[in-house]
């Protein structure tokens, strides 16, 4: 895969992306990263940690979360981007749905848009990212941030997941966006229940239908303080227990907070899957 000069190679190792959130209010490391020095200095402690892609983020996307105007994300991503791509030399992501903060990432220097809307949230994402001759990664999420986790109900939580996330590959690919540069995330905890969570992750190969790279993000969700009774802080073990799992059930990448523990599980499950 190869975004904006930068090549990710898939299949031979699972990939740990890196969260860098720098926002005031994440669920679990808001306000951390706001200073850009700070935030400089975490990317290089997660790359020296094994990430190979960091995932910036200038919006909090958590339960109940407002959103921030373009100025607002803008003002909090572009410096950071900056100066961390020229720290690393790792992919940059950018979580963000809104096609101008996309644009500007792109030219400032990142390889990759998150966009937690699957393209929902602004029709002109889908150019913009193909205009950039950018990686795109689709996360299926049910609602918004500020109502997704009020009783979200499905049918089959499976399959209409992977029925959205096959409309807006369709969308993505229809806008001209390269098909091997599209990623695919089933949104674990947008719009989900912990027994929805659980479903997800035990079909998790069905996803293979999607003929597209596969990314999980379980870092320290609720669902895994539902199982083990644990706040955010202590949902380490809980995570990686994860991350071996969707490697096992096809995961090209895993997006996570606690990078070290998570590469050397990720590590040991490739020798023993791979």
Same mark, same amino acid.
């Given at each position: 895969?190869?975004?904006?000069?930068?090549?990710l190679?898939l299949?031979?190792?699972?990939h740990?992306?890196?969260?860098?959130?720098?926002?005031?209010?994440?669920?679990?490391d808001?306000?951390r990263y706001?200073?850009?020095?700070?935030?400089?200095?975490?990317?290089k402690?997660m790359?020296?940690?094994?990430a190979?892609?960091?995932?910036?983020?200038?919006?909090?996307?958590?339960?109940?979360a407002?959103?921030v105007?373009?100025?607002?994300e803008?003002?909090?991503?572009i410096?950071?981007?900056r100066?961390?791509?020229?720290a690393? /030399? @790792?992919l940059?992501? $950018?979580?963000?749905?809104?096609? %101008?903060?996309?644009?500007? &990432?792109? *030219?400032?220097?990142?390889?990759?848009?998150?966009?937690?809307?699957?393209?929902?949230?602004?029709?002109?994402?889908?150019?913009?990212v193909?205009?950039?001759?950018?990686?795109?990664?689709?996360?299926?999420i049910k609602?918004?941030?500020?109502?997704?986790?009020?009783?979200?109900?499905?049918? /089959? @939580?499976v399959?209409? $997941?992977?029925?959205?996330l096959? %409309?807006s590959?369709?969308t &993505?690919e *229809?806008?001209?966006?390269a098909?091997?540069?599209i990623?695919?995330?089933?949104g674990?905890?947008f719009?989900?229940?912990?027994?929805?969570?659980?479903?997800?992750?035990?079909?998790?190969?069905?996803f293979r239908?999607?003929?597209k790279?596969l990314?999980i993000?379980t870092?320290r969700k609720?669902?895994?303080?539902?199982?083990l009774?644990?706040?955010?802080?202590?949902r380490?073990?809980?995570?990686? *227990?994860?991350?071996?799992?969707?490697?096992?059930?096809g995961?090209?990448?895993?997006?996570?907070?606690?990078?070290?523990?998570?590469?050397?599980?990720a590590?040991m499950?490739d020798?023993?899957?791979r």
């Amino acid at each position: 895969m190869n975004c904006r000069g930068k090549t990710l190679t898939l299949g031979a190792r699972t990939h740990v992306m890196g969260i860098l959130n720098v926002t005031p209010d994440s669920f679990s490391d808001g306000g951390r990263y706001l200073d850009v020095q700070q935030a400089v200095a975490h990317a290089k402690s997660m790359v020296a940690e094994g990430a190979t892609l960091i995932d910036i983020g200038g919006e909090s996307s958590r339960p109940g979360a407002s959103p921030v105007s373009i100025d607002e994300e803008l003002a909090r991503v572009i410096p950071v981007i900056r100066a961390i791509v020229g720290a690393v /030399d @790792v992919l940059i992501s $950018v979580d963000t749905y809104k096609s %101008e903060v996309a644009r500007q &990432a792109l *030219a400032s220097g990142a390889h990759l848009i998150n966009d937690i809307t699957a393209l929902r949230g602004d029709p002109a994402m889908a150019s913009v990212v193909a205009e950039m001759e950018a990686g795109l990664i689709l996360m299926h999420i049910k609602g918004t941030p500020r109502t997704m986790q009020k009783a979200p109900q499905y049918d /089959d @939580v499976v399959g209409e $997941v992977c029925a959205s996330l096959q %409309e807006s590959i369709q969308t &993505a690919e *229809a806008a001209d966006v390269a098909a091997e540069r599209i990623i695919v995330d089933p949104g674990i905890g947008f719009g989900k229940t912990a027994e929805h969570n659980i479903e997800l992750l035990k079909r998790l190969t069905e996803f293979r239908s999607l003929n597209k790279p596969l990314l999980i993000g379980t870092s320290r969700k609720s669902f895994i303080g539902t199982v083990l009774g644990l706040p955010v802080t202590a949902r380490v073990e809980g995570t990686a *227990a994860t991350v071996c799992w969707a490697i096992t059930h096809g995961a090209d990448i895993v997006r996570v907070h606690d990078v070290k523990a998570n590469v050397r599980a990720a590590k040991m499950t490739d020798a023993l899957y791979r």
